[in-house]
């Protein structure tokens, strides 16, 4: 089972609105990855988690505020967001003995 | 920052024709990982490659692990329709004790019936 799970699928928010997306992964792993993907671009890396603790950032804004509660979960908090930032958050998490990398099917945010 | 950069960038190709790809990079890499991406979905993992010269299958996939550690190149055998799609290469570097994966530009694939 290699399955990362992302919810929710899609979301429209307001520059003025906070909201979350979540990760969840139940293999055991224990890095997880934020990537954002603009259309026909690859993906970026913003954050990885660690062993629950951030050991990359990305010189992302702060307006993306990433949280790992426990090793099968990743938030990305969302406030004050602008239009640019629509895009397709991409989170991943590593197997570590093999060095493989899975993702999930991504949030596709919207921001107006 | 280090880049990665996929050729072709797109390609059209006749159903049951093989497709090659690579990926260089001015950065050597420990591992390679091929992607698939389709339309609004997360990219799916095809072929992992850990050793330079490393040459390995996956069904029609094959995959390799340049000499130099700075590329590698992806060939699909008799392609088929459900082949299109867009093709990434990641190159993994170590930052701090963490596995950090860097993101090929990327190549399209149409294939035509």
């Known amino acids: 089972d290699t399955e990362v799970t992302q919810t929710p699928k899609h979301l429209v928010m307001g520059m003025t609105n906070k909201k979350s997306l979540k990760c969840e992964q139940h293999m055991g792993h224990r890095a997880m990855y934020w990537y954002k993907q603009k259309a026909k671009k690859p993906p970026e890396l913003m954050f990885v988690?660690?062993?629950?603790?951030?050991?990359i950032n990305e010189s992302v804004p702060s307006r993306f505020s990433p949280e790992c509660p426990n090793s099968s979960l990743l938030n990305l908090h969302l406030h004050a967001l602008q239009p640019e930032d629509s895009a397709l958050y991409l989170c991943a998490s590593l197997q570590g003995f093999t060095g493989e990398l899975f993702f999930g099917e991504g949030s596709r945010l919207t921001v107006l | 920052g280090q880049q990665l950069n996929q050729s072709p960038q797109s390609m059209f190709i006749q159903e049951g024709e093989d497709v090659s790809m690579n990926c260089t990079s001015s950065s050597i890499f420990n591992t390679w990982l091929w992607y698939k991406q389709d339309p609004g979905e997360g990219p799916v993992l095809l072929i992992a490659l850990y050793k330079a010269g490393e040459l390995t299958s996956n069904g029609r996939l094959t995959a390799q692990f340049g000499i130099t550690r700075k590329d590698s190149f992806l060939n699909i055998s008799a392609s088929i329709p459900s082949d299109v799609g867009i093709y990434f290469c990641a190159g993994q570097a170590t930052t701090s004790g963490t596995y950090k994966y860097i993101f090929g530009t990327g190549t399209r694939l149409k294939v035509l019936a």
């Open positions: 988690y660690s062993y629950e603790k951030l050991s």
